[in-house]
């Protein structure tokens, strides 16, 4: 059997950019087909700074509760910012013990968090490399990138980023970046396997062994 998972969605209030609740995220994931979804809520300081730590997970425990009752594995992610960038990295195999001690590398460099996620056995993807106000982060120091962002509403250059993924022997992954409801289910990867948990989906993402689902033209 061959599971649809989506590696990049986004769940309201925790990302202010989206509006879909957790519970309702899940359930037109489920009506699209997909078996799992990992939550990658925006991880950045100005969260932080105006709300408490427990509240990044308020839309992935919603969306757990509405996956129980539908049968949808709900996996742990985030799209981790730095302070003075626009780039975005997705996080895969992350536990709240992980994203606590991250939430204190924002001034960190590229180098150091990069090191800090091998430590934790986390693995670190730049998301949409080629988007507008993006720059291209050192290969030594990501362990892959979103090769096809599905993102109708942005010009992410994904041509560009599948070159530069074969030009620097990068892992790709493909994610629909879903925050509101025509952007679901656009993105993801197809396998013969259905991760348990965050970790798991960490190795398989680490495996390769995974077929890129991504619908409609690149951007």
Same mark, same amino acid.
């Given at each position: ?32 087909? /997909? ?46 910012? /730095? ?22 590398? /924002? ?51 994904? +041509? ?5 993924? +074969? ?43 995974? +077929? ?8």
């Amino acid at each position: 059997m061959a599971y649809k998972i989506e590696l990049h969605c986004h769940t309201s209030p925790v990302s202010g950019c989206s509006n879909l609740r957790g519970a309702e995220l899940v359930r037109l994931y489920a009506e699209a087909g /997909f078996s799992a979804i990992n939550i990658a809520d925006h991880f950045t300081s100005g969260f932080f700074r105006e709300q408490d730590f427990t509240d990044y997970f308020y839309g992935y425990h919603a969306a757990v509760r509405e996956g129980e009752k539908r049968g949808v594995k709900v996996y742990l992610g985030a799209e981790f910012r /730095f302070n003075g960038s626009n780039n975005d990295y997705l996080l895969f195999g992350v536990d709240k013990e992980f994203l606590f001690k991250a939430k204190e590398m /924002f001034d960190s460099t590229h180098e150091q968090f990069h090191n800090f996620c091998k430590e934790n056995g986390v693995l670190l993807y730049q998301a949409h490399p080629f988007r507008d106000g993006m720059t291209r982060t050192e290969p030594a120091f990501i362990d892959g990138i979103e090769g096809y962002n599905m993102h109708p509403h942005h010009h992410s250059r994904n +041509e560009l980023s599948l070159q530069f993924a +074969e030009e620097n022997g990068l892992p790709i992954i493909s994610g629909s970046d879903a925050h509101e409801k025509h952007m679901v289910g656009r993105g993801g990867i197809i396998a013969d396997v259905l991760p348990n948990d965050s970790k798991g989906l960490r190795d398989l993402i680490l495996s390769g062994d995974f +077929e890129l689902y991504h619908e409609g033209e690149c951007v």
